[in-house]
C-alpha cells in the first residue's frame, strides 16, 4: 500500500505561484508513474500531469502546458507540480496519483493509478 501526502496548496491571487509538494511512502518509488489530477466543485476529476520514472517523460493537459511543471525526486520520494501565472479556473482539490504499470510512461487517465492521495485545496482569487 503506498501512501501519498500532499501538500503546499493556498489562497493565491491570479498571476501568482505555487508550488505542490507529494510525498509517497514507497520504496519503489522510483518504479511508479506520478501525475497530478485535480478537482473542481460540481466537475469531475480532471488530468493535470505525469511523469515517467526517470522523470524523462512528461505529460501536460493543454490548460496548463507552458505554465505548470511536473517534477520528481525519486531519492526523496517526492514529486512536485510548479504552478506559475495561476488563474481562477486553477481553482481545486489537487491530488497526487502512483501508477504501478510496467511501462514507464506517463498516463492521463484516472483509472491508471492505483494510490490517490487526500488532496490540497488550491484557491485562486481574481
Known amino acids: 500500500q503506498v501512501q501519498l501526502v500532499e501538500s503546499g496548496g493556498g489562497l493565491v491571487q491570479a498571476g501568482g505561484s505555487l508550488r505542490l509538494a507529494c510525498a509517497a511512502s514507497?520504496?519503489?518509488?522510483?518504479?511508479?508513474?506520478m501525475g497530478w489530477f485535480r478537482q473542481a466543485p460540481g466537475k469531475e476529476r480532471d488530468f493535470v500531469s505525469s511523469?515517467?520514472?526517470?522523470?524523462?517523460?512528461?505529460y501536460y493537459a493543454d490548460s496548463v502546458k507552458g505554465r505548470f511543471t511536473i517534477s520528481r525526486d525519486n531519492a526523496k520520494n517526492m514529486v512536485y507540480l510548479q504552478m506559475n501565472t495561476l488563474k481562477p479556473e486553477d481553482t481545486a482539490v489537487y491530488y497526487c496519483?502512483?501508477?504501478?504499470?510496467?511501462?514507464?510512461?506517463?498516463?492521463?487517465?484516472?483509472?491508471?493509478?492505483?494510490?490517490w492521495g487526500q488532496g490540497t485545496q488550491v484557491t485562486v482569487s481574481s
Open positions: 514507497e520504496r519503489a518509488f522510483s518504479t511508479y508513474v
Open positions: 511523469i515517467s520514472w526517470s522523470g524523462a517523460l512528461t
Open positions: 496519483a502512483a501508477s504501478r504499470g510496467g511501462v514507464s510512461r506517463p498516463r492521463r487517465l484516472a483509472e491508471e493509478y492505483d494510490y
